[in-house]
């Protein structure tokens, strides 16, 4: 079967699984969506909405973040992990949103991956929920069903993304990433996926599926 054909069959069934998709993670700004993506890097969604829920009320804004101690932050941001580094991205790249943006998040690819701390992963999150701007999220999920469903040869998250790209119609790139997070967590998952009852199996052309 065509690659874009099979693609657009696996599109139509995430679509009446996930109908309605948006980020899990907790914001009131798209600052706040920018900080909290950060922090989400190898951790959960849920343990960075408990983190955000308690962090929001002490650091709002950019200027907050600037002004605060690393230490501060740390404490705040401690149970995220890897929070020496997430820490120093948050605080760099406030400074940075300040010094050249007046404090505002960017809405342009091109300027968010300059900022400290902000790939093109966390980028695309922030385009897509904050900005309502076509972006493909790669993550773990992301790269691993796409490998598995053989709609990518590649490993590096940048050229998965770039292939998705080009097989999924530009408005759906938002939902088609979000719905393949949500697959990967209750169906597809990286042990011991359930591929007798997933919907897509017929489709699937992993060697490693079973039945």
Avoid at 43 to 64: A, G, I, M, S, Y
Avoid at 67 to 92: C, D, P
Avoid at 106 to 131: S, W
């Amino acid at each position: 079967m065509e690659l874009r054909t099979r693609t657009d069959k696996i599109r139509k069934i995430l679509r009446k699984l996930y109908p309605e998709v948006s980020t899990p993670l907790r914001h009131q700004s798209p600052f706040q969506l920018l900080v909290a993506t950060i922090l989400s890097a190898q951790c959960t969604d849920k343990q960075v909405n408990r983190v955000t829920r308690v962090l929001f009320n002490h650091l709002k804004t950019p200027e907050d973040f600037a002004a605060a101690s690393l230490k501060t932050v740390e404490q705040h941001i401690r149970s995220t992990g890897f929070y020496h580094n997430k820490a120093k991205s948050l605080k760099n790249c406030s400074r940075a949103l300040l010094d050249d943006y007046n404090g505002q998040v960017p809405q342009t690819m091109a300027e968010l991956i300059k900022l400290p701390g902000v790939g093109r992963k966390t980028a695309n999150v922030v385009l897509g929920a904050a900005f309502n701007t076509p972006g493909m999220v790669v993550d773990t999920h992301v790269a691993r069903i796409s490998q598995r469903l053989g709609l990518t040869a590649n490993k590096d998250a940048v050229k998965i993304e770039f292939d998705l790209m080009k097989i999924v119609p530009k408005k759906a790139w938002n939902d088609f990433s979000l719905q393949l997070i949500f697959f990967g967590r209750e169906i597809c998952s990286a042990r011991n996926p359930k591929c007798a009852t997933c919907p897509i199996a017929r489709l699937c052309p992993w060697p490693g599926k079973t039945t």
